[in-house]
T-cell receptor
Framework: DAKTTQPPSMDCAEGRAANLPCNHS???????VYWYRQIHSQGPQYIIH???NNETNEMASLIITEDRKSSTLILPHATLRDTAVYYC????????????FGTGTRLTIIP | GAGVSQSPSNKVTEKGKDVELRCDPI?????LYWYRQRLGQGLEFLIY????????KSGLPSDRFSAERTGESVSTLTIQRTQQEDSAVYLC??????????FGDGTRLSIL
């Protein structure tokens, strides 16, 4: 799986959009971008994934650059419950069964 | 709906004792995974079950670790002769075909 780089921490005001960047400059053509998050004392939670088109679901939006070397996860109206560590990973879609996380971005939502 | 359920949520035991951790996957999920997460660190893959295929045990750190799964239901992870370095959160995940993994909240294991 390609390596990803994320900032170690970010703050965001409650009610504002949280934009979490991820660099994946060595991504291969058949690799997807996945985002998970882990709230304190809970297991990781799947958020969203995409290949090259922007994606949106009930939790978030995923914006992938045209060259696919970076992406941004957008939480449109952050709440205190969105405080968590967010992990960006790239992998072949549902392949390479072993899921591995780096250190992620610790997002803190400020009241 | 029901998610992945793990028990116990916390386990404290003495060094040298055996422990058994349980995972109830989401009904109908054919794949099941065990991971370990040490404090402040990422996920460490342990073992993977897919249907009736032979499990991928490549992540088990030593022969003190073993896991079983009966069909597509409950799985147990057993650690024999526990050591202090086994202290961690043990996470279970399951998934349906071509779907993302869904995780339980883990068992926090502390070895005294």
């Amino acid at each position: 799986d390609a390596k990803t780089t994320q900032p170690p921490s970010m703050d965001c005001a409650e009610g504002r959009a949280a934009n979490l960047p991820c660099n994946h400059s060595t991504i291969s053509g058949n690799e997807y971008v996945y985002w998970y998050r882990q709230i304190h004392s809970q297991g990781p939670q799947y958020i969203i994934h995409g290949l090259k088109n922007n994606e949106t679901n009930e939790m978030a939006s995923l914006i992938i650059t045209e060259d696919r070397k970076s992406s941004t996860l957008i939480l449109p109206h952050a709440t205190l419950r969105d405080t968590a560590v967010y992990y960006c990973i790239v992998r072949v879609n549902f392949g390479n069964e072993k899921l591995t996380f780096g250190t992620g971005t610790r997002l803190t939502i400020i009241p | 709906g029901a998610g992945v359920s793990q028990s116990p949520s916390n386990k404290v035991t003495e060094k040298g004792k055996d422990v058994e951790l349980r995972c109830d996957p989401i009904s109908g999920h054919t794949a099941l995974y065990w991971y370990r997460q040490r404090l402040g660190q990422g996920l460490e893959f342990l073992i993977y079950f897919q249907g009736n295929s032979a499990p991928d045990k490549s992540g088990l750190p030593s022969d003190r670790f073993s896991a079983e799964r009966t069909g597509e239901s409950v799985s147990t992870l057993t650690i024999q002769r526990t050591q202090q370095e086994d202290s961690a959160v043990y996470l279970c995940a399951s998934r349906a075909q071509n779907q993302p993994q869904h995780f339980g909240d883990g068992t926090r294991l502390s070895i005294l």
